[in-house]
């Protein structure tokens, strides 16, 4: 036996429950000196005495580490009682371990359980009394009527020292989640994260199992869920006797809480658990919004010149294992004339142009940013060959210079940069790909330097730094 699971343990229930263990074991192992050294009784009915004083005492320590006692073992204990008086054939002595015996036990099972063993083991009692010491019967019914009120009360003090702990319980399982939520800004981790927390809350609960369902799916799922609800739509009746407790803040709706059984004193705690889980839906979509806002510029919705750096970051690692990274700096030509002449909402409608085409022309590891004014950037991460770069940038080049469609401007022809009612955006683009660079700056350098060779040398062109550091230009598009 593990000993150390028999040391006192911190909580005020579960120390009540070790000190009447020791107290109810140390009373069974008394029975054995009486029966066996001092008895008078028949020697079988000694030894039943003892068998039955020992074996009970080896059920109250196993049992009292499972933290349960079944009921059925109910008229065991009481036989066990039966045969102890029998073989002590000491009334004094029986009515001592009567009281032992309703102390303890009184600690563990519902009211029901309690009351039904208490009547066997009074019952058993005077049994033992009648069978031994006739004349004694009477004396011990004068002294035994305590008995039913010490039952009473130490099952009023365990259910008022569970409900104390289960309270407790939950209150570390709102503090632990609290924590966590603080820190998780994932939707569908937050949905678990309250699945989970419902199947602690509901913890000695039948039926304690708990999923979130959004768009009556089960998102997330906890506990032994019954089947029928994983493979298909969630019905509203399907919570039973359980409750369905909504996730909602003042302008949106989550999805729900489904429970499997909630109890009458559960029911505020999941309450509660419900509205934690909300909270903390929104705080993570707030901080989503933050965390876009940051990284992103507001205007086009691409990369800012931070979250541009930051991947161009983990695209020269991987470029350090052989995997071709290459950067486009696109600056567009006469945009300070369309503004001048048209406006800045002409302006900004012709960067989201520009943006939207650069998002169509790239492929998904590849990222594209506004680095500030008409300057943009792309990266193109884990090309099948460095060479690559150039043609990707030429598509870009052909795609971006495609008139823009502005109903605001003007039927006549306008001056550069638009005609009739169409804005027509020129760009240069410069082209470096990684050779060896040292860090981030030295390859955006390349990719500058490379970009203003193609606007040196005119409108609508590329030009790009060969392995040599040597700047080459593509041929120039005409629009």
């Given at each position: ?205 039948p039926g304690g199992w708990a999923v979130t369902v959004v768009d009556d799916l089960v998102v997330t799922a906890a506990g032994p869920v019954p089947v029928e609800l994983l493979t298909g739509p969630v019905p509203p009746a399907a919570e039973g006797g359980g409750v369905r407790i909504p996730l909602r803040s003042d302008k949106q709706h989550f999805g729900d809480l ?160 638009t005609t009739g009612t169409a804005l027509l955006p020129q760009a240069s683009i410069g082209v470096a790909g990684w050779r060896g660079h040292a860090g981030i700056d030295e390859l955006l350098h390349d990719a500058d330097v490379a970009m203003y060779a193609a606007k040196t040398a005119g409108k609508g062109r590329v030009a790009h730094l060969d392995e040599t550091g ?10």
């Open positions: 036996m593990n000993l150390r699971r028999l040391a006192p343990p911190k909580q005020l229930g579960g120390r009540i429950r070790w000190l009447f263990v020791i107290f109810g074991v140390f009373n069974l192992v008394t029975v054995l000196p009486r029966v066996l050294g001092h008895g008078t009784g028949p020697v079988t009915a000694r030894v039943a005495a003892a068998v039955a004083a020992v074996a009970l005492a080896g059920w109250w320590l196993r049992q009292y580490r499972l933290g349960t006692f079944p009921a059925w073992m109910i008229p065991f204990e009481a036989l066990a009682l039966l045969a102890i008086g029998l073989g002590m054939r000491d009334w004094v002595a029986t009515l001592g371990l009567l009281f032992v015996f309703v102390s303890f036990r009184g600690l563990y099972g519902t009211w029901r359980h309690v009351l039904a063993f208490t009547v066997l083991v009074f019952a058993a009692a005077v049994a033992g009394v009648a069978l031994t010491e006739p004349s004694h019967v009477a004396q011990f019914l004068q002294q035994a009527p305590g008995v039913p009120p010490l039952a009473l009360f130490t099952a009023a003090v365990a259910e008022s020292t569970r409900r104390q702990e289960r309270a407790a319980a939950r209150e570390r399982v709102f503090a632990r989640l609290g924590s966590t939520l603080a820190t998780t800004q994932d939707r569908e981790t937050i949905l678990r994260l309250s699945a989970e927390a419902a199947v602690e809350l509901l913890d000695g609960i489904l429970v499997g059984n909630g109890s009458a004193e559960v029911r505020p705690s999941l309450a509660t658990l419900a509205a934690q889980t909300s909270l903390g839906l929104v705080n993570a979509e707030h901080a989503a919004d933050l965390h876009y806002q940051a990284f992103h510029d507001n205007l086009t919705g691409l990369a800012n010149r931070s979250l541009l750096r930051e991947h161009l970051g983990h695209a020269l690692a991987r470029a350090r294992h052989g995997s071709p990274v290459a950067v486009l700096l696109i600056d567009l030509d006469g945009f300070k004339q369309v503004n001048d002449t048209h406006g800045h909402a002409a302006g900004d409608q012709l960067l989201v142009a520009v943006a939207q085409r650069l998002r169509d022309g790239i492929r998904g590891a590849d990222t594209a940013a506004r680095l500030g004014g008409d300057e943009f950037a792309v990266v193109l991460d884990g090309m099948d060959a460095a060479g690559d770069a150039v043609n990707v940038a030429g598509r870009l080049l052909a795609a971006i210079q495609e008139p823009v469609p502005n109903a605001a401007l003007g039927p006549a022809p306008g001056p550069a940069g040597t700047v080459r230009l593509a041929a120039a598009l005409t629009s």
